[in-house]
């Protein structure tokens, strides 16, 4: 992913009005989709392990803060902070997540919208997914299979774990429409964020976290933790968590998101 804010400089419109920096986010969110519609199988496999990976810091850091933070009603209100580690990683790192691309390679769909292209996004959709479960399930056996971490920090994990996994099917769903909605909406904001990136990407983060919002790969990440510890089997955690997440991220990444902006920058040309 790369978010060029000076790609933004010296945009605008005959009418001068803030609807140039619309269009200017625009064009960029729609280059970089482009961009990743062309980008090879091989790169998106690589890149899109390398992304789960690196998503599972933030079961590790808000484990490790529930950990050492005592049982106090405030105590979600720091620990969920850990929840923004894998994406500011991911995200600055430029590496592929999967619920950026409900808002990036669906823009230039939603410009040519031939055969070609939608089995170009389906292509890189279904591979940044796959690879990003598999990256975190490859960390998620190694956290539970070994003495990285203390017992007691292990027992965060589990608890993690439990509550992601607690709300029925339609409630994952409906939560995994906001975080959706937010992840879309914060990788629209970037290519204007600037110097304020870091902070947008944790505020963003910290709010689906805090929120319970369901992200299919953070809180896929937190289950598999479950499965790979003997507490869930890997046919649960998937058709109980990952999938109604994944319905409801990509719900609201396109519906909400990226229709809904598209559209009223279709409306003004």
């Known amino acids: ?34 961009h990743e519609l062309e980008r090879s199988t091989s790169a998106l496999i690589w890149s899109g392990i390398a992304a789960g990976m690196a998503m599972s810091l933030s079961l590790i850091t808000e484990g490790l803060l529930h950990h050492g933070l005592p049982q106090e009603s405030w105590r ?24 950026e ?17 939608i089995l170009n996004v389906l292509r890189v959709w279904s591979v940044v997914l796959v690879c990003n479960l598999l990256g975190g399930a490859l960390v998620a056996i190694a956290l539970a299979k070994t003495q990285t971490f203390a017992p007691e920090v292990q027992a965060s994990f589990q608890e ?3 509550t992601a996994m607690e709300p029925s099917f339609g409630v994952t769903v409906l939560r995994g429409i906001f975080a959706g909605w937010l992840i879309a909406l914060l990788v629209w904001i970037l ?24 992200h299919v790969i953070a809180g896929s990440i937190e289950v598999f933790y479950l499965a790979a510890a003997g507490s869930e089997t890997w046919t649960t955690v998937l058709l109980d968590y990952s999938m109604p997440a994944l319905i409801g991220n990509v719900l609201g990444g396109v519906f909400l998101t990226t229709v809904a902006n598209h559209s009223q920058v279709v409306a003004d040309e």
């Open 1 to 34: 992913m790369q978010y060029d804010g000076s790609k933004l400089s010296g945009q605008s419109d005959a009418s001068g009005d803030s609807r140039a920096s619309l269009r200017s986010i625009y064009d960029v969110v729609r280059s970089d989709g482009e």
């Open 76 to 99: 979600p209100l720091i620990t969920n902070f850990g929840y923004s580690a894998g994406f500011l990683v991911v995200i600055l790192g430029r590496q592929q997540l999967f619920t």
């Open 101 to 117: 691309t409900t808002l990036t390679v669906v823009i230039p769909l939603l410009r040519d919208r031939t055969i070609k292209t």
């Open 160 to 162: 993690i774990g439990r």
């Open 191 to 214: 290519p204007a964020a600037g110097s304020a990136r870091f902070w947008a990407i944790i505020v963003f983060a910290y709010l689906i976290g805090l929120a319970h919002f369901t």
